[in-house]
């Protein structure tokens, strides 16, 4: 069994709990929070045997070999180093870092204590991503990707209103970029690499964080447009564009359905066939958890190299809008 220790206690965290659950030798054995209570109430629902309120005490129990790590964005860093230190596996939510020197300060810890170590990027993962990269041959020669994923927050009311909160903060490095745009920006990088060059656009709200933003990105002979909003909605599909079809995927964060469209009218239009679980988690602990048991640090599909240059992509976006945090300062 490998048991796991987990550091956020918000709806995110149960759903990566009950899809991990789905792999035999997943074990719930710890769960931190910063208060008694609180910790004490989450380990009951998700069956934990033991709480933490220190987070060094939990990095240091024996009763761990890895930690699922969904704090705020601000503190993924600091909190995977710990643990990375004290020779346990970290599983970091995505973004895993604030900016790309984290990244490589925490890629390095874990190439020292040879951990495992990924961010929890979980469409790479999913069959529907795979699926999309099995078939990108039929659309030809590509010519540009659009990735898109504006999605209006449930918080943004309450902003408005003057309620400040975590998702409006730079205080917590969050924001649209942070939150959405990691996920159209992953999968660029992953199907046709980084860009030679990137034009980035932003509305920024008085808060300092970014509202929506949009990309321009150029390569040799295609380009990429991505668009992400926490303050709009969209109903668009993101789409790969190519001289013989195009192909289409909806949701781009939990793929669910992928369809090419060819030009040449004698073909009909064709829905690619794959698994579409619905545990969309379930494959990133799956990753994660076989890494752990191969003794891999890292993860083929879902790599540093990968982490690495989509950090550096938005590090670059940052820079030209005019957004900043806390963990951009090293002592």
Same mark, same amino acid.
């Given at each position: ?7 956020? @206690? ?21 769960? +931190?929070?910063? @208060? ?11 069956? /934990? ?8 005490? $939990? ?8 930690? =699922?790590? #969904? ?5 993924? #860093?600091? !909190? ?6 004290? !020779? ?9 870092? #604030? ?5 490589? %300060? $925490?890629?390095? @810890? #874990? ?6 170590? $990924?961010?929890?990027?979980?469409? &790479? ?25 504006? !999605? +209006?927050?449930?918080? =943004?009311?309450? +902003? ?6 975590? @998702? ?13 745009? &990691? ?29 929506? *933003?949009?990309?321009?990105?150029? +390569? ?25 079809? *195009? ?12 369809? &090419? =469209? ?23 602990? %799956? ?5 752990? %048991? ?5 993860? /083929? ?5 990968? /982490? ?24």
């Amino acid at each position: 069994m490998i048991r796991f220790g987990i550091v956020g @206690t918000s709806w995110i965290t149960e759903e990566f709990i009950r899809c991990a659950k789905l792999y035999p030798e997943f074990k719930m054995s710890a769960v +931190y929070s910063r @208060t008694l209570e609180k910790a004490d109430e989450f380990a009951n629902k998700v069956g /934990a045997e033991h709480i933490f309120t220190d987070l060094e005490a $939990m990095a240091k129990s024996d009763l761990i070999d890895a930690v =699922y790590i #969904a704090s705020p964005n601000s503190l993924h #860093a600091e !909190q995977s180093l710990l643990f990375m230190e004290h !020779q346990k596996h970290v599983l970091c939510e995505k973004p895993a870092s #604030a900016n790309v020197e984290e990244l490589k %300060k $925490m890629i390095q @810890t #874990a190439k020292a204590n040879k951990v495992a170590f $990924m961010e929890a990027m979980k469409s &790479i993962l999913q069959p529907g991503m795979q699926a999309i990269k099995a078939n990108l041959n039929k659309v030809g020669k590509v010519r540009r990707y659009f990735g898109n994923y504006c !999605q +209006y927050s449930s918080r =943004y009311d309450a +902003y408005k209103a003057g309620k400040y909160n975590n @998702t409006f903060n730079p205080a917590f490095a969050n924001g649209a970029l942070m939150d959405l745009g &990691i996920y159209c920006i992953y999968p660029m990088v992953y199907l046709f690499g980084k860009p030679e060059s990137i034009l980035a656009s932003t509305v920024k709200l008085s808060s300092g964080v970014d509202g929506e *933003t949009a990309l321009i990105c150029r +390569y040799k002979d295609m380009d990429a447009v991505i668009m992400f909003s926490k303050i709009t909605a969209s109903a668009l599909p993101s789409e790969i564009q190519g001289e013989a079809g *195009t192909l289409t995927f909806s949701i781009i964060n939990e793929i669910s359905k992928v369809n &090419i =469209y060819y030009h040449d009218n004698n073909k009909k239009v064709e829905a690619v066939e794959f698994d579409p679980m619905r545990d969309y988690m379930y494959f990133e602990a %799956k990753e994660f958890m076989e890494m752990i %048991k191969e003794k891999r640090i890292e993860s /083929a599909e879902n790599s540093f190299e990968l /982490a690495l240059a989509v950090r550096e992509i938005m590090d670059e976006v940052r820079r030209q809008i005019g957004l900043s945090f806390p963990n951009d300062i090293v002592d």
